[in-house]
């Protein structure tokens, strides 16, 4: 599947960590469990099974990182989530970060121990920049998926209206993945780079809005940018058939593609 580049960056561990506890987390959770026996009869300070849970916290939030980072079709809920969840990560490293610089400056810690320290807040805010631009990815895969619901609404219950939502070419009526294939080919050999397809198929968001997309395949394209002029004549001069969005709520410039195939069904209730 065809996705946005930033979806190149793939983890290992994101398909086990759907179904499985992040081993992360499972060793935060029984170190808390250790501390707990030692705390309350008296061993060690309280303070130590705050730490510990803390650490439950950030190891539940790098749980939430692994699984959805690289995720193609993230819900908006699942997207805020991911946000949240890195931002808390930037924030645990940026206090952890000043406590050590405070240390240092009071004498009680050598200069060379900031590193470290350093280190992880750089990395927590790489997370956290990566996480904000999945988000907005999924935000704008949201926004095609409602401006094509907005458009099916429309064909029901008004046809002669539903032009005023998208351009609809119905062409030869066929699409498959050897003429999608060939589309592809076609845009590659053109401009010199991938077709930046947003949605191949069926996905979470579809799903979620009742869709079967199927068999379909947006493109995060405008239709009125110069590669989505080329593709629309492409596409009609070989009579397969789109829909071109332009926004998905007028005068909102998001939710702007081009829709291979037949307009989406409702999937079965
Ligand atoms: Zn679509």
Redesign the pocket.
Known sequence: MRLFPLVFLFCASCVWAQTMEDPEVARARLELARLQGLVETGVLPPVQLEKAKAAVADAEDGAVMHRDIQQQDLTEEEADQLVAAAGRRFERRKQAFDDAKKLIEAGAAPQLSLGTSLRDLDFARKEYDLAETRARLAREIDE??RA?EALQARMQVAPADAASLAERFDGNGVFNPQIFHRVEAAFEGRFGHPLPVS?NGETAVHRALGFD?RG???VALRPDQPEGVWLRQFLTANGIPF?AFRQAVPGKATGA?I?L?PM?TRLAE
């Open positions: 095609m998926a094509e949605a997309h379909r395949v947006d829909f593609h829709h195939g989406s």
